[in-house]
């Protein structure tokens, strides 16, 4: 069986998640943000086994914390997510499973980025007029030297 660690973050998702992180992180703990995401984990189809015996306790240790690893076995993926911290336990999910967490993921990054998108043109009585030309100095032509 060949064990292979995933990315946690896709690339094109990567911006976004960061950005919503250090905003949620500023009103959530670490473990509020854990759970959140085990939630989500068990809404898309990961079953959930207990660390409840030495056996299965040093199992999760020998994993990676809060990361997604792959598993191949007789050849299907078996989604693996340890959380030694906050429950203790091992999430096991499929390949639908794991496909179904990420577009959840996905469409909560969307819905996530355009909410900040419209709270940054939310207060329709500020301006660029302080700040020289229709968009202010660095964005026109030689980047507001002269001629813009």
């Not at 050849?75 to 693996?80: F, I, Q, R, T």
């Not at 819905?111 to 709270?119: G, K, L, N, P, S």
């Amino acid at each position: 069986m060949k064990l292979v660690v995933m990315l946690s973050g896709m690339f094109r998702t990567g911006f976004t998640a960061l950005a919503v992180a250090s905003v949620l992180g500023a009103c959530a703990t670490p473990q509020q943000m854990i759970q959140a995401r085990e939630d989500r984990l068990a809404a898309a189809g990961f079953e959930v086994h207990p660390a409840d015996n030495m056996h299965r306790k040093a199992m999760l240790r020998s994993l990676p914390p809060h990361r997604f690893v792959v598993r191949d076995v007789h050849g299907s993926y078996v989604y693996l997510y340890s959380d030694p911290l906050v429950c203790g336990c091992l999430y096991v999910g499929t390949q639908k499973a794991y496909n179904t967490y990420r577009q959840e993921m996905f469409q909560q990054n969307l819905a996530d980025e355009q909410q900040m998108t419209a709270q940054m043109y939310d207060n329709p009585a500020w301006s660029f007029g302080g700040w020289g030309g229709p968009w202010g100095p660095g964005f026109g032509p030689g980047f507001g030297g002269p001629g813009f």
